[in-house]
């Protein structure tokens, strides 16, 4: 990434965190969902509201968990 290489991160390769705060629409209400990332890099830890979803160790395959009663339509989550 051209990007990353101008701050001198190119062949960065260590641990990183995401953080994302989403608050999931009303109209979602009583849906079934899930989360799925396209891809995660040998190993990830995924957290929602401080809760551990689950762990990927395969290198840049999706990864998805199903979410059951963990979000509430209309109100603010936290992904780590």
Known sequence: NEQLAERGYRDFAGPVWLCRRFT??????????????????????????????????LSFLPAAFALGDRLVAGEEAVLV
Not at 44 to 56: C, E, I, P, V
């Open 24 to 57: 999931v629409p009303a109209h979602f209400a009583g849906r079934r969902l899930s989360l799925r990332f396209g891809s995660a890099d040998l190993r990830a830890s995924f957290w929602l509201d401080g809760t551990h979803l689950g762990d990927h160790v």
